[in-house]
């Protein structure tokens, strides 16, 4: 994950430098600190900025972290050599994010359930109405001598036949 601490743009060089060098070798979670370049900071800014006007660039401290990030002592850090920065830290959002996905996950999960639940109900109970509505037909071919065998496989394919024949006209 990272983290983007923004400073002001008059900020001391020497101050940005030993607060990077003292966030990456104190605040236990913090893998990589590194200090955007004027290129990089205007790329950021292009979107926001249509015209090409000369405003003064943001010192931006660009900080890699990892789980076990300290991120109380991180701020502690930061609030007391620069007052004014402004730290982003989008993990939280990211959880949320995150929570919000996978619960939109679990009710299109619950809802196909419910639908396959239906769907095979619906077929179960035709093939029902079907067969009790044959039922002296079948009672005939079983007194000449068909088997339930192959009882049964008329009535798969006949299930099945119909079954394609839905499912292409509703592709």
Not at 71 to 98: C, M, S, W, Y
Request: net charge negative; glycine share 6%.
């Amino acid at each position: 994950s990272r983290i983007g601490v923004y400073l002001v743009a008059d900020s001391d060089s020497t101050a940005v430098v030993t607060l990077a060098e003292e966030l990456a070798t104190e605040v236990r979670g913090i893998e990589e600190v590194k200090r955007l370049d004027d290129t990089a900071i205007r790329q950021l800014l292009a979107p926001y900025f249509q015209e090409d006007t000369a405003f003064p660039l943001p010192v931006v401290l660009d900080v890699t972290v990892s789980e076990s990030f300290d991120r109380l002592h991180f701020d502690t850090k930061v609030q007391n050599a620069f007052p004014t920065a402004e730290i982003d830290d989008a993990r939280e959002l990211l959880g949320t994010v995150a929570q919000g996905v996978r619960f939109m996950q679990l009710c299109a999960l619950i809802l196909a359930a419910v639908m396959a639940t239906i769907m095979v109900l619906l077929v179960w109970l035709t093939v029902r109405a079907g067969m009790l509505g044959q039922r002296r037909t079948l009672a005939v071919l079983q007194y000449i001598g068909a088997t339930d065998g192959f009882l049964l496989m008329l009535v798969v394919y006949q299930v099945m036949a119909r079954s394609l024949l839905g499912w292409l006209y509703a592709a």
